[in-house]
Protein backbone atom coordinates (compact mmCIF):
# COMPACT_ATOMS: atom_id res chain seq x y z
CA UNK A 1 0.00 0.00 0.00
CA UNK A 2 1.57 3.04 -1.14
CA UNK A 3 0.63 6.27 1.26
CA UNK A 4 1.19 9.54 -0.69
CA UNK A 5 1.97 12.34 1.17
CA UNK A 6 0.97 16.23 -0.04
CA UNK A 7 2.61 19.73 1.16
CA UNK A 8 -0.28 22.33 1.03
CA UNK A 9 1.59 25.53 1.41
CA UNK A 10 0.19 27.74 4.02
CA UNK A 11 -2.76 25.01 5.58
CA UNK A 12 -0.84 21.89 6.12
CA UNK A 13 0.09 18.13 4.82
CA UNK A 14 -1.93 16.09 2.86
CA UNK A 15 -1.63 12.55 2.96
CA UNK A 16 -3.87 9.64 0.94
CA UNK A 17 -4.31 6.16 0.14
CA UNK A 18 -6.18 3.85 -2.26
CA UNK A 19 -7.78 0.84 -0.72
CA UNK A 20 -8.21 -2.25 -2.65
CA UNK A 21 -11.56 -1.60 -3.08
CA UNK A 22 -10.46 1.49 -5.28
CA UNK A 23 -11.93 4.27 -2.49
CA UNK A 24 -9.79 6.95 -2.38
CA UNK A 25 -9.32 7.98 1.42
CA UNK A 26 -7.06 10.97 2.71
CA UNK A 27 -6.10 13.29 6.02
CA UNK A 28 -5.26 16.64 6.02
CA UNK A 29 -3.03 17.77 9.09
CA UNK A 30 -3.97 21.33 9.51
CA UNK A 31 -1.10 23.41 10.97
CA UNK A 32 -3.27 24.25 13.88
CA UNK A 33 -3.46 20.67 14.86
CA UNK A 34 -6.59 20.42 12.96
CA UNK A 35 -7.41 16.71 11.03
CA UNK A 36 -9.94 16.62 8.32
CA UNK A 37 -11.28 12.22 7.07
CA UNK A 38 -11.56 12.64 3.73
CA UNK A 39 -13.54 10.71 1.09
CA UNK A 40 -13.29 10.40 -2.18
CA UNK A 41 -16.29 10.62 -4.93
CA UNK A 42 -16.05 7.66 -6.71
CA UNK A 43 -17.06 9.11 -10.38
CA UNK A 44 -14.81 12.30 -9.73
CA UNK A 45 -11.34 10.81 -7.84
CA UNK A 46 -10.43 14.14 -7.54
CA UNK A 47 -12.91 15.30 -5.50
CA UNK A 48 -13.05 15.07 -1.63
CA UNK A 49 -16.80 14.46 -1.48
CA UNK A 50 -16.94 13.67 2.19
CA UNK A 51 -14.30 15.87 4.67
CA UNK A 52 -14.89 15.39 8.28
CA UNK A 53 -13.53 17.91 10.63
CA UNK A 54 -11.42 16.32 13.98
CA UNK A 55 -10.42 18.10 16.92
CA UNK A 56 -7.78 16.27 18.88
CA UNK A 57 -9.71 14.34 21.14
CA UNK A 58 -12.01 13.00 18.27
CA UNK A 59 -8.26 12.00 15.93
CA UNK A 60 -7.40 10.36 19.16
CA UNK A 61 -10.78 8.25 19.36
CA UNK A 62 -11.15 7.36 15.97
CA UNK A 63 -7.30 6.04 16.04
CA UNK A 64 -8.02 4.12 18.90
CA UNK A 65 -11.19 2.07 17.39
CA UNK A 66 -9.48 1.28 14.06
CA UNK A 67 -6.07 0.61 15.86
CA UNK A 68 -6.94 -1.53 19.02
CA UNK A 69 -8.92 -4.31 17.56
CA UNK A 70 -6.18 -4.25 14.57
CA UNK A 71 -3.38 -5.29 17.24
CA UNK A 72 -5.52 -8.14 19.20
CA UNK A 73 -6.33 -9.29 15.12
CA UNK A 74 -2.72 -9.52 14.36
CA UNK A 75 -2.04 -11.20 17.67
CA UNK A 76 -4.49 -13.88 16.47
CA UNK A 77 -3.19 -14.60 12.97
CA UNK A 78 0.53 -14.71 14.20
CA UNK A 79 -0.77 -17.65 17.09
CA UNK A 80 -2.18 -19.57 13.53
CA UNK A 81 1.33 -18.43 11.54
CA UNK A 82 3.93 -20.11 14.30
CA UNK A 83 3.69 -23.30 15.86
CA UNK A 84 4.49 -23.20 19.63
CA UNK A 85 3.98 -19.70 20.01
CA UNK A 86 1.63 -18.02 22.73
CA UNK A 87 0.52 -14.63 23.64
CA UNK A 88 -0.38 -13.83 27.26
CA UNK A 89 -2.11 -11.17 29.12
CA UNK A 90 -1.07 -10.47 32.10
CA UNK A 91 -2.51 -7.73 34.89
CA UNK A 92 0.06 -6.09 36.43
CA UNK A 93 -0.82 -5.86 40.71
CA UNK A 94 -0.70 -2.89 42.69
CA UNK A 95 1.71 -4.97 44.63
CA UNK A 96 3.65 -5.65 41.74
CA UNK A 97 7.42 -5.13 42.21
CA UNK A 98 7.04 -3.31 38.92
CA UNK A 99 4.18 -1.03 39.53
CA UNK A 100 5.66 2.43 38.82
CA UNK A 101 8.61 1.17 37.32
CA UNK A 102 10.31 1.20 33.84
CA UNK A 103 9.34 -1.65 31.91
CA UNK A 104 13.24 -2.43 31.14
CA UNK A 105 14.00 -2.80 34.70
CA UNK A 106 12.24 -6.08 34.45
CA UNK A 107 14.84 -6.92 31.98
CA UNK A 108 11.76 -9.96 29.96
CA UNK A 109 13.61 -10.68 27.18
CA UNK A 110 16.83 -11.27 28.78
CA UNK A 111 15.32 -13.05 31.10
CA UNK A 112 13.03 -15.27 29.40
CA UNK A 113 13.31 -14.93 25.59
CA UNK A 114 10.00 -13.74 25.70
CA UNK A 115 8.78 -9.82 24.33
CA UNK A 116 6.60 -7.63 25.60
CA UNK A 117 4.55 -6.37 21.98
CA UNK A 118 2.01 -4.21 23.54
CA UNK A 119 0.71 -2.76 26.64
CA UNK A 120 -3.22 -2.21 27.80
CA UNK A 121 -4.09 1.21 29.80
CA UNK A 122 -7.77 1.66 30.58
CA UNK A 123 -9.14 2.28 26.50
CA UNK A 124 -5.28 2.76 25.18
CA UNK A 125 -3.13 0.58 23.56
CA UNK A 126 0.48 1.26 23.76
CA UNK A 127 2.27 -1.17 20.72
CA UNK A 128 5.84 -1.87 21.20
CA UNK A 129 6.32 0.07 24.10
CA UNK A 130 10.09 1.10 24.97
CA UNK A 131 12.05 0.16 27.74
CA UNK A 132 12.18 2.97 29.70
CA UNK A 133 8.14 2.97 29.84
CA UNK A 134 6.63 3.13 33.33
CA UNK A 135 4.37 0.39 34.20
CA UNK A 136 1.38 0.85 35.96
CA UNK A 137 -0.84 -0.79 38.55
CA UNK A 138 -3.89 -2.32 36.41
CA UNK A 139 -1.94 -2.46 33.07
CA UNK A 140 -2.26 -5.59 31.27
CA UNK A 141 1.16 -6.50 29.58
CA UNK A 142 0.76 -8.48 26.03
CA UNK A 143 3.91 -10.80 25.95
CA UNK A 144 4.42 -13.28 23.14
CA UNK A 145 6.80 -16.41 23.57
CA UNK A 146 6.80 -20.12 24.04
CA UNK A 147 4.46 -21.23 26.24
CA UNK A 148 7.76 -21.44 29.26
CA UNK A 149 9.10 -18.36 28.42
CA UNK A 150 5.19 -16.79 28.93
CA UNK A 151 4.86 -18.24 31.91
CA UNK A 152 8.17 -17.27 33.16
CA UNK A 153 7.36 -13.52 32.61
CA UNK A 154 4.10 -14.12 34.79
CA UNK A 155 6.42 -14.86 37.44
CA UNK A 156 8.62 -12.08 36.91
CA UNK A 157 5.92 -9.71 36.62
CA UNK A 158 4.30 -11.45 39.92
CA UNK A 159 6.98 -11.94 42.19
CA UNK A 160 10.00 -10.14 40.87
CA UNK B 1 -13.62 69.92 17.79
CA UNK B 2 -11.63 68.34 15.20
CA UNK B 3 -10.95 64.97 17.08
CA UNK B 4 -14.87 64.85 17.94
CA UNK B 5 -15.28 65.01 14.41
CA UNK B 6 -12.79 62.74 13.47
CA UNK B 7 -13.61 60.22 15.99
CA UNK B 8 -17.72 60.33 14.47
CA UNK B 9 -16.50 60.06 10.82
CA UNK B 10 -13.96 57.01 11.92
CA UNK B 11 -16.67 55.21 13.53
CA UNK B 12 -18.76 55.91 10.86
CA UNK B 13 -16.97 54.32 8.22
CA UNK B 14 -15.96 51.18 10.59
CA UNK B 15 -19.72 50.48 11.79
CA UNK B 16 -20.92 50.67 8.54
CA UNK B 17 -18.08 48.21 7.21
CA UNK B 18 -19.04 46.01 9.65
CA UNK B 19 -23.10 46.19 8.79
CA UNK B 20 -21.29 45.13 5.38
CA UNK B 21 -19.46 42.64 6.06
CA UNK B 22 -22.10 40.73 7.71
CA UNK B 23 -24.25 41.44 4.97
CA UNK B 24 -21.35 39.92 2.38
CA UNK B 25 -21.30 36.60 4.92
CA UNK B 26 -24.89 36.27 4.31
CA UNK B 27 -24.74 36.00 1.23
CA UNK B 28 -21.76 34.20 0.87
CA UNK B 29 -19.11 36.67 -1.38
CA UNK B 30 -15.77 38.42 -0.31
CA UNK B 31 -16.56 41.55 1.60
CA UNK B 32 -13.47 43.60 -0.72
CA UNK B 33 -16.25 44.50 -3.11
CA UNK B 34 -18.14 46.06 -0.60
CA UNK B 35 -15.82 48.21 1.00
CA UNK B 36 -14.69 49.21 -2.12
CA UNK B 37 -17.85 50.69 -2.75
CA UNK B 38 -17.89 51.78 0.96
CA UNK B 39 -14.69 53.65 -0.07
CA UNK B 40 -16.64 55.28 -3.51
CA UNK B 41 -19.25 56.69 -1.30
CA UNK B 42 -16.81 58.41 1.41
CA UNK B 43 -14.92 59.75 -1.50
CA UNK B 44 -14.99 63.28 -3.60
CA UNK B 45 -18.26 63.20 -5.24
CA UNK B 46 -19.51 60.48 -3.84
CA UNK B 47 -22.25 60.31 -1.81
CA UNK B 48 -21.39 61.33 1.57
CA UNK B 49 -17.46 62.74 1.63
CA UNK B 50 -15.65 62.64 4.44
CA UNK B 51 -14.21 65.96 5.67
CA UNK B 52 -11.21 65.18 7.97
CA UNK B 53 -10.68 61.46 8.85
CA UNK B 54 -9.03 61.16 5.10
CA UNK B 55 -5.60 62.02 6.33
CA UNK B 56 -5.83 59.00 9.12
CA UNK B 57 -7.39 56.19 6.68
CA UNK B 58 -4.48 57.28 4.22
CA UNK B 59 -2.06 56.53 7.00
CA UNK B 60 -4.26 53.36 7.89
CA UNK B 61 -4.39 52.31 4.61
CA UNK B 62 -0.68 52.04 4.09
CA UNK B 63 -0.25 50.44 7.47
CA UNK B 64 -3.08 48.01 6.11
CA UNK B 65 -0.50 47.23 2.54
CA UNK B 66 2.01 46.35 5.49
CA UNK B 67 0.34 44.07 7.68
CA UNK B 68 -1.85 42.22 4.49
CA UNK B 69 1.62 41.00 3.16
CA UNK B 70 3.69 41.02 6.73
CA UNK B 71 0.45 37.87 7.46
CA UNK B 72 0.72 36.75 3.69
CA UNK B 73 4.52 35.93 4.39
CA UNK B 74 3.86 34.58 7.71
CA UNK B 75 1.80 31.69 5.73
CA UNK B 76 4.76 30.23 3.76
CA UNK B 77 8.17 29.61 5.17
CA UNK B 78 11.49 29.62 2.83
CA UNK B 79 11.30 26.12 2.50
CA UNK B 80 7.35 25.73 1.06
CA UNK B 81 8.61 28.70 -1.41
CA UNK B 82 11.51 27.01 -2.96
CA UNK B 83 10.25 23.92 -3.52
CA UNK B 84 7.10 25.28 -4.97
CA UNK B 85 9.21 27.18 -6.92
CA UNK B 86 10.80 23.76 -8.37
CA UNK B 87 7.76 22.17 -8.64
CA UNK B 88 5.80 24.03 -10.47
CA UNK B 89 7.69 26.70 -12.39
CA UNK B 90 6.18 25.52 -15.43
CA UNK B 91 2.20 26.19 -14.64
CA UNK B 92 3.99 29.40 -12.83
CA UNK B 93 5.10 30.76 -15.86
CA UNK B 94 2.03 29.95 -17.92
CA UNK B 95 -0.13 31.70 -15.57
CA UNK B 96 2.44 34.63 -15.18
CA UNK B 97 2.53 35.36 -19.08
CA UNK B 98 -1.06 34.49 -20.08
CA UNK B 99 -2.89 36.35 -17.09
CA UNK B 100 -0.28 39.70 -17.05
CA UNK B 101 -1.24 40.34 -20.61
CA UNK B 102 -4.31 40.60 -21.05
CA UNK B 103 -3.70 44.09 -18.55
CA UNK B 104 -0.66 44.92 -20.51
CA UNK B 105 -2.48 44.52 -23.94
CA UNK B 106 -5.50 46.85 -22.81
CA UNK B 107 -2.88 49.54 -21.42
CA UNK B 108 -0.48 49.37 -24.64
CA UNK B 109 -4.04 49.52 -26.89
CA UNK B 110 -5.37 52.44 -24.75
CA UNK B 111 -2.07 54.15 -25.37
CA UNK B 112 -1.11 55.16 -21.83
CA UNK B 113 2.15 54.02 -22.10
CA UNK B 114 4.89 51.06 -20.86
CA UNK B 115 4.58 52.05 -17.35
CA UNK B 116 0.90 51.74 -16.95
CA UNK B 117 0.80 48.54 -19.20
CA UNK B 118 3.30 46.85 -16.52
CA UNK B 119 1.00 48.05 -13.78
CA UNK B 120 -1.72 46.99 -15.56
CA UNK B 121 -0.17 43.96 -16.31
CA UNK B 122 -0.01 43.34 -12.19
CA UNK B 123 -3.78 44.15 -11.79
CA UNK B 124 -4.63 41.21 -14.09
CA UNK B 125 -1.83 38.58 -13.21
CA UNK B 126 -2.61 38.18 -9.36
CA UNK B 127 -5.08 35.82 -8.37
CA UNK B 128 -6.27 36.94 -4.89
CA UNK B 129 -4.48 34.34 -2.24
CA UNK B 130 -7.57 35.57 0.75
CA UNK B 131 -10.18 35.13 -1.27
CA UNK B 132 -9.04 31.98 -3.49
CA UNK B 133 -8.18 30.28 0.05
CA UNK B 134 -11.54 30.95 1.15
CA UNK B 135 -13.49 29.91 -1.58
CA UNK B 136 -11.58 26.14 -1.11
CA UNK B 137 -12.61 25.69 2.54
CA UNK B 138 -16.34 27.82 2.40
CA UNK B 139 -16.81 24.85 -1.12
CA UNK B 140 -14.94 22.26 0.99
CA UNK B 141 -12.38 22.13 -1.79
CA UNK B 142 -9.12 22.02 0.48
CA UNK B 143 -9.19 17.99 0.22
CA UNK B 144 -9.22 17.82 -3.51
CA UNK B 145 -6.59 16.62 -5.78
CA UNK B 146 -6.30 19.88 -7.48
CA UNK B 147 -6.03 22.07 -4.46
CA UNK B 148 -2.06 21.61 -4.22
CA UNK B 149 -1.58 22.86 -7.83
CA UNK B 150 -3.85 25.79 -6.96
CA UNK B 151 -1.97 26.42 -4.07
CA UNK B 152 1.27 25.97 -5.62
CA UNK B 153 0.34 28.58 -7.86
CA UNK B 154 -0.63 31.22 -5.71
CA UNK B 155 2.57 30.50 -3.91
CA UNK B 156 4.63 31.46 -6.97
CA UNK B 157 2.35 34.01 -7.83
CA UNK B 158 2.98 35.94 -4.39
CA UNK B 159 7.05 35.07 -4.91
CA UNK B 160 6.37 36.65 -8.22
CA UNK B 161 5.26 39.50 -6.35
CA UNK B 162 8.49 39.80 -4.60
CA UNK B 163 10.17 40.58 -7.61
CA UNK B 164 7.55 42.72 -9.40
CA UNK B 165 6.60 44.74 -6.63
CA UNK B 166 10.50 46.96 -6.90
CA UNK B 167 10.57 46.50 -10.28
CA UNK B 168 6.84 48.54 -10.21
CA UNK B 169 8.32 50.81 -7.75
CA UNK B 170 11.22 51.73 -9.87
CA UNK B 171 9.15 52.48 -13.31
CA UNK B 172 6.80 54.81 -10.88
CA UNK B 173 9.31 56.65 -9.73
CA UNK B 174 10.55 57.89 -13.22
CA UNK B 175 13.68 57.09 -13.14
CA UNK B 176 16.17 57.32 -16.38
CA UNK B 177 16.68 54.06 -17.93
CA UNK B 178 20.48 53.82 -16.03
CA UNK B 179 19.14 54.56 -12.63
CA UNK B 180 16.27 52.74 -12.98
CA UNK B 181 18.44 49.75 -14.07
CA UNK B 182 20.35 50.21 -11.11
CA UNK B 183 17.57 50.43 -8.84
CA UNK B 184 15.73 47.00 -9.84
CA UNK B 185 19.24 45.52 -9.17
CA UNK B 186 19.32 47.04 -5.73
CA UNK B 187 16.07 45.92 -5.77
CA UNK B 188 16.81 42.14 -6.98
CA UNK B 189 19.56 41.68 -4.67
CA UNK B 190 17.95 42.80 -1.56
CA UNK B 191 15.17 40.90 -2.53
CA UNK B 192 17.52 37.31 -2.83
CA UNK B 193 19.89 38.41 0.30
CA UNK B 194 16.71 38.75 2.40
CA UNK B 195 15.43 35.08 0.93
CA UNK B 196 18.87 33.45 1.57
CA UNK B 197 19.19 34.85 4.98
CA UNK B 198 15.39 33.64 5.73
CA UNK B 199 16.39 30.09 4.90
CA UNK B 200 19.61 29.78 6.45
CA UNK B 201 19.05 31.92 9.22
CA UNK B 202 16.37 32.16 9.84
CA UNK B 203 16.24 30.81 13.19
CA UNK B 204 18.60 33.53 14.36
CA UNK B 205 15.53 36.00 13.86
CA UNK B 206 12.92 33.65 15.57
CA UNK B 207 15.22 33.36 18.64
CA UNK B 208 15.29 37.39 18.59
CA UNK B 209 11.52 38.01 18.07
CA UNK B 210 10.73 34.73 20.26
CA UNK B 211 8.69 35.75 23.36
CA UNK B 212 5.94 33.61 25.50
CA UNK B 213 4.24 37.55 26.50
CA UNK B 214 1.67 38.02 23.44
CA UNK B 215 2.32 41.92 23.64
CA UNK B 216 6.15 41.68 23.50
CA UNK B 217 5.93 39.20 20.72
CA UNK B 218 3.09 41.81 18.59
CA UNK B 219 5.63 44.46 19.09
CA UNK B 220 8.48 43.06 17.93
CA UNK B 221 6.54 41.40 14.76
CA UNK B 222 5.30 44.88 14.43
CA UNK B 223 8.00 46.68 14.83
CA UNK B 224 10.34 44.62 12.73
CA UNK B 225 8.15 44.58 9.59
CA UNK B 226 7.51 48.41 10.15
CA UNK B 227 11.72 49.12 10.10
CA UNK B 228 12.28 46.68 6.91
CA UNK B 229 9.13 48.16 5.30
CA UNK B 230 10.60 51.90 5.55
CA UNK B 231 13.89 50.57 4.79
CA UNK B 232 12.64 48.25 1.84
CA UNK B 233 10.76 52.06 0.54
CA UNK B 234 14.27 54.26 1.25
CA UNK B 235 15.95 51.70 -1.16
CA UNK B 236 12.89 52.25 -4.16
CA UNK B 237 12.20 48.34 -3.20
CA UNK B 238 8.71 48.71 -1.73
CA UNK B 239 7.75 48.97 1.48
CA UNK B 240 5.03 45.94 1.05
CA UNK B 241 7.77 43.29 -0.25
CA UNK B 242 9.64 44.26 2.81
CA UNK B 243 6.92 43.05 5.21
CA UNK B 244 6.61 40.09 3.20
CA UNK B 245 10.11 39.18 3.56
CA UNK B 246 9.88 39.80 7.20
CA UNK B 247 6.98 37.13 7.13
CA UNK B 248 8.43 34.48 5.22
CA UNK B 249 11.57 34.71 7.56
CA UNK B 250 9.77 33.84 10.38
CA UNK B 251 8.00 30.40 10.67
CA UNK B 252 6.63 27.20 12.62
CA UNK B 253 4.87 28.10 16.00
CA UNK B 254 6.14 31.65 15.88
CA UNK B 255 4.24 32.31 12.56
CA UNK B 256 1.52 30.47 13.56
CA UNK B 257 1.18 32.75 17.21
CA UNK B 258 2.09 35.92 15.26
CA UNK B 259 -0.55 35.22 12.90
CA UNK B 260 -2.99 34.74 15.77
CA UNK B 261 -1.93 38.20 17.14
CA UNK B 262 -1.58 39.92 13.98
CA UNK B 263 -4.72 38.71 12.15
CA UNK B 264 -7.35 41.35 14.21
CA UNK B 265 -5.26 43.80 13.59
CA UNK B 266 -4.45 43.54 9.78
CA UNK B 267 -8.79 43.02 9.72
CA UNK B 268 -8.99 46.70 10.46
CA UNK B 269 -6.77 48.18 8.44
CA UNK B 270 -6.72 46.19 5.04
CA UNK B 271 -10.19 46.82 5.36
CA UNK B 272 -9.13 50.56 5.69
CA UNK B 273 -7.15 50.06 2.91
CA UNK B 274 -9.95 49.10 0.34
CA UNK B 275 -11.85 52.22 1.57
CA UNK B 276 -9.08 54.66 1.17
CA UNK B 277 -8.79 53.13 -2.47
CA UNK B 278 -12.23 54.03 -3.19
CA UNK B 279 -11.91 56.96 -1.88
CA UNK B 280 -9.17 58.28 -4.34
CA UNK B 281 -11.59 56.99 -6.97
CA UNK B 282 -14.53 59.29 -8.12
CA UNK B 283 -17.34 57.42 -8.96
CA UNK B 284 -18.24 59.06 -11.55
CA UNK B 285 -15.20 58.45 -13.80
CA UNK B 286 -16.54 54.45 -12.99
CA UNK B 287 -19.52 54.95 -16.39
CA UNK B 288 -17.01 55.44 -19.23
CA UNK B 289 -14.58 52.44 -18.49
CA UNK B 290 -17.37 50.45 -16.67
CA UNK B 291 -17.56 48.06 -20.14
CA UNK B 292 -13.98 48.64 -20.70
CA UNK B 293 -13.82 46.34 -17.22
CA UNK B 294 -16.42 43.79 -18.02
CA UNK B 295 -14.47 43.12 -20.59
CA UNK B 296 -10.98 42.69 -19.49
CA UNK B 297 -12.35 40.79 -16.41
CA UNK B 298 -14.48 38.29 -18.80
CA UNK B 299 -11.03 37.78 -20.89
CA UNK B 300 -8.71 37.16 -17.39
CA UNK B 301 -11.29 34.91 -15.99
CA UNK B 302 -10.89 32.93 -19.53
CA UNK B 303 -7.17 32.95 -19.25
CA UNK B 304 -7.52 31.82 -14.99
CA UNK B 305 -9.63 29.32 -16.42
CA UNK B 306 -6.71 27.84 -18.99
CA UNK B 307 -3.58 28.30 -16.61
CA UNK B 308 -6.12 26.06 -14.28
CA UNK B 309 -6.92 23.23 -16.14
CA UNK B 310 -3.17 23.49 -17.82
CA UNK B 311 -1.28 23.32 -14.35
CA UNK B 312 -3.89 20.44 -13.34
CA UNK B 313 -3.66 18.70 -16.46
CA UNK B 314 0.01 18.01 -15.80
CA UNK B 315 -0.72 16.94 -12.20
CA UNK B 316 -2.82 13.95 -13.99
CA UNK B 317 -5.99 15.71 -13.01
CA UNK B 318 -9.10 14.61 -14.25
CA UNK B 319 -11.73 17.25 -16.52
CA UNK B 320 -13.66 18.11 -13.58
CA UNK B 321 -10.90 18.85 -11.30
CA UNK B 322 -8.91 21.46 -13.91
CA UNK B 323 -12.14 22.94 -14.16
CA UNK B 324 -12.39 23.77 -10.36
CA UNK B 325 -8.70 24.84 -10.48
CA UNK B 326 -9.27 26.84 -13.29
CA UNK B 327 -12.32 28.71 -11.10
CA UNK B 328 -10.77 28.83 -7.67
CA UNK B 329 -8.15 31.22 -9.44
CA UNK B 330 -10.09 34.05 -10.56
CA UNK B 331 -11.05 35.90 -7.74
CA UNK B 332 -8.97 39.48 -7.57
CA UNK B 333 -8.39 41.27 -4.70
CA UNK B 334 -5.85 42.84 -2.74
CA UNK B 335 -2.81 42.76 -4.66
CA UNK B 336 -4.36 44.09 -7.69
CA UNK B 337 -5.44 46.95 -4.99
CA UNK B 338 -2.09 47.34 -3.80
CA UNK B 339 -0.58 47.40 -7.39
CA UNK B 340 -3.34 49.83 -8.98
CA UNK B 341 -2.79 51.73 -5.67
CA UNK B 342 0.96 52.87 -6.18
CA UNK B 343 0.36 53.12 -9.87
CA UNK B 344 -2.74 55.64 -9.19
CA UNK B 345 -0.09 57.77 -6.48
CA UNK B 346 1.84 57.85 -8.81
CA UNK B 347 0.04 59.48 -11.33
CA UNK B 348 0.43 57.05 -14.36
CA UNK B 349 -3.30 57.49 -16.10
CA UNK B 350 -6.48 59.03 -14.28
CA UNK B 351 -8.26 56.24 -15.65
CA UNK B 352 -6.68 53.44 -14.24
CA UNK B 353 -7.40 53.79 -10.34
CA UNK B 354 -11.84 53.82 -11.85
CA UNK B 355 -10.96 50.51 -14.11
CA UNK B 356 -8.96 48.57 -10.91
CA UNK B 357 -11.23 49.43 -9.06
CA UNK B 358 -14.50 48.35 -11.51
CA UNK B 359 -12.11 45.53 -12.59
CA UNK B 360 -11.43 44.27 -8.96
CA UNK B 361 -14.99 44.65 -7.85
CA UNK B 362 -16.82 42.47 -10.90
CA UNK B 363 -14.00 39.41 -9.91
CA UNK B 364 -13.99 39.63 -6.60
CA UNK B 365 -17.55 39.25 -6.27
CA UNK B 366 -17.93 37.35 -8.74
CA UNK B 367 -15.30 34.95 -8.66
CA UNK B 368 -16.31 32.90 -5.23
CA UNK B 369 -20.05 33.34 -6.77
CA UNK B 370 -18.68 31.29 -9.69
CA UNK B 371 -17.19 28.54 -8.04
CA UNK B 372 -20.72 28.39 -6.06
CA UNK B 373 -22.66 28.38 -9.03
CA UNK B 374 -20.43 25.85 -11.44
CA UNK B 375 -19.85 23.45 -8.62
CA UNK B 376 -23.29 21.76 -9.74
CA UNK B 377 -22.26 21.87 -13.94
CA UNK B 378 -18.85 20.35 -13.04
CA UNK B 379 -20.05 17.78 -10.72
CA UNK B 380 -22.44 17.01 -13.57
CA UNK B 381 -19.96 16.59 -15.99
CA UNK B 382 -17.95 14.48 -14.05
CA UNK B 383 -21.14 11.94 -13.49
CA UNK B 384 -21.23 11.60 -17.29
CA UNK B 385 -17.44 11.12 -17.94
Redesign the interface.
Known amino acids: MEIEQ??????GL?H?FTTRSGRRV?V?SH??GRR?L?I??V??????CE?VKLNDEEADALVELLGAPRIVQRLNDLHREVEGLVSLQLAIADGSPYAGRPMGDARVRTRTGASIVAIVRGAQVIASPTPDFTLAGDDVVVVVGSPESTSAVAEILAHG | MHTAILFLELGGVLLGLGVLGALALRVGISPIPLYLLAGLAFGQGGILPLATSEEFIAVGAELGVILLLLTLGL??NAD??V??LRSNARGGIVDLVLNAAPGAIAALLLGWGPVAAVAMAGVTYATS?GIT?KVLSDL?????????VV??L??FEDLTMALYLPILTALLAGLTLLSGAVTVAIALATVSVVLLVALRFGRFIEAFVASPNSEVLLLKVVGLALLVAGLAQQLQVSAAVGAFLVGIALSGELA?DARALLSPLRDLFAAVFFVFFGLQTDPGAIPPVAALAAGLALISMITKLLTGAYAARRAG??K??RA?AGIALIPRGEFNIVIAGLAVGAGVHPDLGPLAATYVLILAAFGPLAARLMQPLI?SI??RA
Do not use: C, F, H, M
Open positions: TALPGIKEGIRTDIYDSDPDRAS | EYELSSSAGWIGNRETPLSLVEIGAGRTAK
